[in-house]
Structures are given as C-alpha cells and as structure tokens.
C-alpha cells in the first residue's frame, strides 16, 4: 500500500497521512536503513539504546563496526516548532502504509560537551518502528541549518 500524498507533515499537525510519534520512546532495539546513511554506504544495521534516562538522546552503533556510533534526538524536546515535510516517495523505501506513524530523529554532534553540540535539521532519520526501518533524508528546505545549536543560549 503506498502513502497518498506528496508531501507529508511528520509532526502530524496537519492532514497527511503519516505522522510522527510524540516521544520516540518506542524506538525499536535495532533498526536497518533501507539506504545507508550518506557517507556510510556499507553500514545498514545499527543496535538504539538511550543514552540518558529521560529518552531524550540515543545512540546508533553500528551492528558491523563497533566503533561507529551516532547520537541522535528526538527535536521536538529542542526544537518544538520543527516540522519537517517528507515526500511520500522518500519515505516509500520505509514500507509505511496510509495511516502509519513514523519517528523522526535528528543526527546530534558533540564536540566538547552538551552546551556546543548542534543537530542536524537538515536531514532527519525518519524510522518505521513496527518494521524497524528507516532512512536518513536530505530534505529541499535551504532554510534548515545542518548545525542548529542543541541549547538555545539565553542573551
């Protein structure tokens, strides 16, 4: 079954047909990219496990390279007005159908400590939970920042 729309809100504010969870608190344990991260084209499965005990931030480690490992957020937690728009034929690879919810995760870098690190709203992981899929997707909106700061610093 494929998804209806074009373009669908992954906040599921709007009238698409996906949308995404509130709390990615049900992240599956492992999950598989239908397509490998950018730059990562041998790395497909990866083990989640949460990083702190609020479900805030998670790791990615890949199941083939021990060593490699990412850490994402759940935005909404720090950026409550993202909204990303998927296009239906990007999600397709995920195997959702009308009606399905999606999670949508952001890449988070770390340089020295939580007050520098930056997320990645340009290209979001968007994760089937129930198939344990998913797909980084690198979205049209110029305006998106690949380096938004984590915590807002009060001026």
């Not at 969870?21 to 344990?29: E, G, H, Q, S, T």
């Not at 199941?63 to 990303?84: Q, S």
Request: no cysteine.
């Amino acid at each position: 079954m494929s998804v209806k729309h074009s373009t669908l809100p992954a906040n599921g504010s709007a009238s698409g047909t996906l949308s995404a969870l509130p709390r990615p608190a049900i992240l599956p344990d492992r999950i598989t990219f239908a397509t490998p991260i950018p730059g990562f084209e041998d790395e497909r499965d990866f083990t989640v496990s949460a990083l702190d005990a609020h479900g805030v931030l998670y790791a990615l480690r890949s199941a083939k390279t021990p060593g490699l490992r990412f850490v994402v957020a759940a935005p909404g937690r720090f950026f409550p007005d993202y909204a990303p728009l998927l296009d239906a034929s990007d999600v397709s690879a995920l195997g959702v159908a009308d009606g399905d919810e999606v999670l949508v995760l952001v890449i988070v870098t770390v340089t020295n400590g939580i007050s520098d690190a930056t997320a990645n709203l340009l290209a979001p992981i968007v994760i089937a939970a129930d198939r344990g899929t998913a797909v980084q997707l690198v979205l049209a909106d110029a305006d998106l920042p690949l380096r938004a700061p984590l915590l807002q610093q009060a001026g």
